[in-house]
C-alpha cells in the first residue's frame, strides 16, 4: 500500500467542502458568525479634535455662530403700565412712549454651559407668598437665597463673563438714556378670528348674487389639479394673538431710579400688566457699560423663601 502524500494546502479542496476541523492550521482563519461587523468604525473617525476644523452640525458649532449677535451681559423684566407721551424741549416734536416699571428685579440663577450647554442668567421679578409655590421651586429659591419671584425669564449671554452674581438687583440705572434695545411680550390676544380679520381677506362681493357669506374664507384650494387636498398653511380662520412678540431697536427715552421706571420709544407688544423682557438690542453697537457694574446686594423683603 503505497503511503498517503503529504498534506499540501494547494492540493486542498475548497473551504466549503471540507469537514470543520478546527484543529487544521490551514483552517484556523475561520470567523465566526455574529451580527458584530467585521470592521468595526474608529473610535476617533468624526473630525473633533482640537488641531481640526469644527465640525457644521455639533452644538459648538452653533454656539459660535450665534457668537456675534449674543448679548454681552443679561436682561431685565418690565411691568408694561401704559403708553404716555413726551416732548422734545429742543424741537418742540412729541413722541409716543411706553412706560414700564420694574419690580425687585433680581438674579435667581445661573445656566452654565459645561452643565446646561449654553451660558444664561435666571433673572425674577415681583414677589409671591410662599404658601401660593410649589415645592420644588421654593426650593429652588431657597438653594440660591432668593425671595420667590413671580416671573421667572432667562436671558442668553455670550459667556462666563456675562453672569452675573446670584443676588444682585437690576435696577433701571442698568440701561442708559439714548441706548437701543430689544422687547419681547406676549402680543394681546384676540380670540378666535375670521380670515379677514386674522389675514385681511378682502372677502366676498358685497352684493351681485352674495348670499350670507359677505365675509366667508372663499375656496381652500383646487380639487383634482391640487390632489382634492388643502395644503399644510393655508390661512384660515383660527385663534388669533397670544403669541410672542420682539420689536427691535428702541430707544430708552428715560430712566426713574427712585420709582423703578424705564421710558421707551413708541410701543410695546402685549396688554397693560404684561411681562416685558428688554436687552440690549442685537442689531445696533453694544453699549459702553461696564458688564459687571453692579454688585451683590443684601435683598430686603418680607419674606424669604423657606423650604418647608
Avoid at 444664561?120 to 421654593?138: D, F, I, Y
Avoid at 428715560?254 to 421710558?263: M, S
Amino acid at each position: 500500500m503505497p503511503p498517503n502524500p503529504p498534506c499540501c494546502p494547494f492540493l486542498l479542496p475548497p473551504r466549503f467542502l471540507l469537514p470543520r476541523l478546527h484543529k487544521i492550521s490551514v483552517l484556523s482563519t475561520q470567523q465566526t458568525r455574529s451580527i458584530r461587523s467585521i470592521n468595526p468604525p474608529r473610535p476617533n473617525r468624526f473630525n473633533r479634535s482640537s488641531t481640526l476644523p469644527l465640525l457644521e452640525s455639533t452644538t459648538a458649532a452653533s454656539l459660535k455662530r450665534k457668537e456675534y449677535t449674543t448679548p454681552l451681559r443679561t436682561g431685565a423684566l418690565g411691568i408694561k403700565k401704559g403708553m404716555s407721551a413726551i416732548y422734545d424741549p429742543e424741537t418742540g416734536r412729541r413722541f409716543g412712549c411706553t412706560i414700564l416699571q420694574m419690580d425687585r428685579v433680581q438674579v435667581v440663577a445661573h445656566k452654565t454651559r459645561p452643565k446646561n450647554g449654553y451660558w444664561a442668567v435666571q433673572v425674577g421679578a415681583g414677589w409671591k407668598h410662599p404658601s401660593n409655590v410649589t415645592r420644588p421651586l421654593l426650593g429652588h429659591f431657597a438653594e440660591h437665597g432668593v425671595s420667590p419671584k413671580r416671573h421667572l425669564f432667562e436671558f442668553r449671554v455670550r459667556d462666563a463673563d456675562g453672569l452675573h452674581p446670584v443676588g444682585a438687583m437690576i435696577t433701571p440705572s442698568w440701561f442708559q438714556e439714548g441706548q437701543f434695545v430689544d422687547a419681547r411680550a406676549n402680543c394681546h390676544g384676540k380670540g378666535f378670528a375670521g380670515g379677514m380679520k386674522r389675514h385681511g381677506f378682502s372677502g366676498q362681493p358685497a352684493s351681485h348674487g352674495t348670499s350670507l357669506t359677505h365675509r366667508a374664507m372663499g375656496s381652500a384650494g383646487q380639487s383634482q389639479g391640487g390632489g382634492s387636498r388643502v395644503y399644510p398653511g393655508k390661512k384660515m380662520p383660527g385663534r388669533m394673538g397670544g403669541q410672542q412678540v420682539t420689536v427691535q431697536n428702541i430707544k430708552v427715552l428715560r430712566i426713574d431710579e427712585e420709582n423703578g421706571i424705564v421710558v421707551l420709544n413708541g410701543s410695546i407688544p402685549g396688554p397693560k400688566n404684561c411681562v416685558v423682557r428688554i436687552q440690549d438690542a442685537k442689531k445696533k453697537p453694544w453699549p459702553d457699560i461696564p458688564v459687571h457694574p453692579l454688585e451683590p446686594a443684601t435683598v430686603t423683603e418680607p419674606l424669604r423663601a423657606a423650604a418647608a
